[in-house]
């Protein structure tokens, strides 16, 4: 390979692809290079994609798309030990209007990656890159253990570790506090079966995320594909060396609570997989470009933790990076002011606005934890407290109530709570 391209896209991930597919379309040469054995290969997410974003890239990708079923119904569970408060939201809307489609990461992938290759884009697979070729100070492409390969524009997709990015100075190792590791099981069951314990029609899905349980970790997800069923959960770094206990134990206990239990009694384990996630937010965004090269999606740390999105972050901003580098092809400015538009782009879309609209959120609750274990046990309790029928009298009661309250929280520290979460999120 001592050939040279337009753009080298490192990763072929949905961040990297839609650079791709972007770039091939405008009839630039482009090679995505791509570690794992196929796209998706060595992915994993929880997880869905979205359909406003990728129908930008796609109109009614799901038509062709290997996408497993649509969500109907977003579940917040509040877990205490033996127990669980849950709100549902199910719309008849996301039946007629799709939101949300959960997929298997090894197949989407894939199908994603056919379309930029259908539209020009040459992806060579298990092939890792070792670094970037700099002249002059320049990078002007990348190093392969098949060889170098050169480019004008060099994108950096390869995913949350980054390793293009950090060489390349624009960012450092992510913090403790801003990493989480998500460890995930995908369980089969028949698709009837998954349908009554969900009560879902046929392609209908489930979104869940749960909170509480046990200290360190961060959150659960359950998604409902169409014979399996993705679930786990995610610790922080930081709390999980502080728990002492392997994200593995936790995830057994989880799947052991008796409100989970049973969703996925008798299931097939057909997967297992272990994944990083970037919840670092705003503050600890990327440099996304130098001269000769530019960073898209996880690399960058465009993750919303807050709502669960990453795949349409990463769409997005592989897009802008793809439509920055048609731009300066035109002007055959490849420096970084050539190239700084691009942050531009990501400032003025939802990708930057959203995640400097939450800037503070992660900070918050790694200083706050208690609002993952107290609140959710808190509930529970006050919860079993009103449900359960004796003698006693229901004013007796609603002290009693009361008193368990505040004995958890101080009426200041509830006042307080209150406030923060009113002007992170208002
Ligand atoms: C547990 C979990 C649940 C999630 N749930 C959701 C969800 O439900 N919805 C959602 O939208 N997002 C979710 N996300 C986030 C989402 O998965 C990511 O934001 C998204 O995959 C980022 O895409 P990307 O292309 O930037 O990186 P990736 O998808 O990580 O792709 C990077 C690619 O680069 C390749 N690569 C890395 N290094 C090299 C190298 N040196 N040489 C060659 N190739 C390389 C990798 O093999 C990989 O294919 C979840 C993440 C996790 C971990």
Redesign the pocket.
């Known amino acids: 390979m001592a050939e040279k391209f337009d753009s080298v896209v490192?990763?072929?991930?949905?961040?990297?692809i839609a650079a791709a597919y972007t770039m091939a379309k405008a009839g630039l040469s482009v090679l995505v290079?791509?570690?794992?054995e196929k796209?998706?290969a060595?992915?994993?997410?929880?997880?869905?994609?979205?359909r406003h974003h990728t129908e930008k890239l796609v109109p009614e990708f799901w038509k062709t798309a290997p996408v497993e079923r649509h969500v109907v119904e977003y579940q917040y569970w509040f877990l205490s030990k033996e127990s669980h408060v849950l709100l549902s939201h199910r719309n008849q809307k996301f039946n007629g209007q799709y939101n949300a489609f959960t997929v298997h990461?090894a197949k989407f992938?894939p199908w994603f990656a056919k379309l930029a290759e259908d539209a020009g884009a040459l992806i060579i697979n298990r092939?890792?890159?070792?670094g970037v070729l700099k002249e002059n100070g320049k990078i002007v492409g990348v190093i392969t253990e098949r060889g170098d390969v050169l480019a004008d524009v060099v994108i950096a997709?390869?995913?949350?570790?980054s390793?293009?990015s950090k060489e390349a100075g624009l960012r450092e190792e992510t913090p403790e506090d801003a990493a989480v590791l998500?460890v995930?099981e995908v369980i089969a069951l028949p698709r009837q079966k998954i349908e009554e314990r969900f009560n879902l029609g046929p392609d209908e899905g489930t979104a869940a995320l749960l909170v509480g349980f046990a200290p360190g970790m961060h959150a659960g997800?359950m998604?409902t594909n169409r014979d399996t069923i993705s679930i786990?959960i995610?610790v922080g770094i930081r709390d999980l060396a502080n728990s002492k206990k392997r994200p593995n134990d936790l995830f057994e206990e989880f799947k052991a609570h008796p409100s989970l239990a049973p969703l996925i009694r008798d299931g097939e384990l057909k997967e297992y997989s272990a994944?990083?996630?970037p919840e670092g937010g705003y503050n600890l965004v990327s440099n996304v470009c130098t001269d000769g090269m530019l960073v898209?999606?996880?690399?960058a740390m465009l993750?919303n933790a807050i709502n669960?999105?990453?795949?349409?972050?990463?769409m997005t901003s592989?897009t802008l990076a793809g439509e920055t580098v048609i731009e300066a092809k035109k002007r055959g400015d490849f420096s970084s002011a050539g190239l700084s538009r691009y942050r531009q782009r990501l400032e003025d879309s939802f990708v930057l606005k959203d995640l400097k609209k939450y800037k503070d959120v992660p900070k918050f609750f790694a200083a706050n934890p208690h609002f993952f274990t107290l609140y959710p046990d808190t509930m529970n309790e006050l919860l079993y407290m009103w449900h359960v029928v004796d003698d006693e009298l229901k004013a007796d009661r609603i002290n009693r109530m009361k008193a368990a309250l505040f004995k958890r929280r101080s009426r200041l520290g509830l006042l307080q709570d209150a406030y923060h979460m009113w002007r992170l999120f208002s």
């Open positions: 490192v990763g072929a991930g949905p961040a990297g290079l791509e570690k794992g796209p998706g060595k992915n994993m997410f929880g997880g869905v994609i979205f990461r992938d092939t890792t890159v070792d997709a390869d995913g949350v570790n390793m293009l998500a995930k997800f998604y786990g995610g994944h990083l996630i898209a999606g996880d690399a993750v669960w999105e990453g795949t349409n972050l990463a592989g």
